[in-house]
């Protein structure tokens, strides 16, 4: 079975300092990876995706940049954060029989000050 | 492009009672995958259900669900309501170019009161 771990699980940080989050999946090849970001209270939605190493798609445009440098890792980050980036970053993998089934980490709560 | 409507934002009910959270979708793909998750308070999205066969019921967990293409709807069912099914309801859609993801509902508020 895959597991997906996220760090780090919570995070306080100023407005204007830079950020980094990261996921790590066990127990699946060459998975399909997405990072999501809920607002408190609000709906799901997709930042970015990746089908292969070295390799990510944009979908919002949120002052955010992710990367993938290995099979099983899916980064996402930014130099200056912003008020708005708060929320629940949510990282996803899934992949293979054309229903791409969606399986979530723990989540990391990110409060930006 | 794709879209999941889930008419309700919240919806509050008597434990015991039945529940159901309307999904319906557009796709131009035939064969579109349709899936519930749902979330509980400071946790991460779980797979409830999902379908890909036409008038099927699927059922998990209590809850059930049927995929009617012809309606495109996949409507979420549970004859009693729990105090522990209040959460967050997602109805979601996977189409052919399943590889850039979900489609997700705006979501449904599920508040069962004793």
């Known amino acids: 079975a895959q597991t997906i771990h996220q760090w780090p699980v919570a995070e306080i940080k100023a407005v204007g300092s830079p950020l980094s989050l990261g996921c790590t999946i066990k127990?699946?090849?060459?998975?399909?990876l997405y990072w999501y970001w809920q607002a408190t209270g609000g709906t799901l939605q997709q930042l970015f995706y990746?089908?292969?190493?070295?390799?990510v798609e944009s979908v919002v445009q949120l002052n955010l940049s992710a990367s993938r440098p290995k099979d099983d890792q899916f980064i996402l980050s930014t130099e200056k954060l912003l008020l708005s980036h708060s929320g629940f970053y949510l990282c996803?993998?899934?992949?293979?029989?054309?229903?791409?089934?969606?399986?979530f980490g723990a989540g990391t709560r990110l409060s930006v000050l | 492009g794709d879209s999941v409507t889930q008419t309700e934002g919240l919806v509050t009910l008597t434990e015991g009672l039945p529940v159901m959270l309307n999904c319906t979708y557009q796709?131009?793909?035939?064969?579109?995958?349709l899936f519930w998750y749902v979330q509980h308070l400071n946790e991460s999205p779980r797979l409830l259900l999902k379908?890909?066969?036409?008038?099927k019921r699927t059922e998990h967990q209590g809850f059930h669900a049927t995929l009617h293409k012809s309606s495109s709807s996949f409507h979420l069912q549970k004859s009693s309501a729990q105090l522990s099914d209040s959460a967050l309801y997602y109805c979601?859609?996977?189409?052919?170019?399943?590889?850039?993801?979900?489609?997700f509902g705006l979501g449904t508020r599920v508040s069962v009161f004793p």
């Open positions: 996803a993998a899934g992949g293979g029989g054309g229903q791409n089934t969606l399986y």
């Open positions: 127990g699946k090849s060459s998975p399909n």
């Open positions: 990746s089908i292969t190493v070295g390799q």
């Open positions: 796709t131009i793909y035939s064969n579109p995958f």
């Open positions: 379908s890909f066969t036409d008038n």
């Open positions: 979601a859609l996977s189409d052919q170019n399943y590889a850039q993801g979900l489609t």
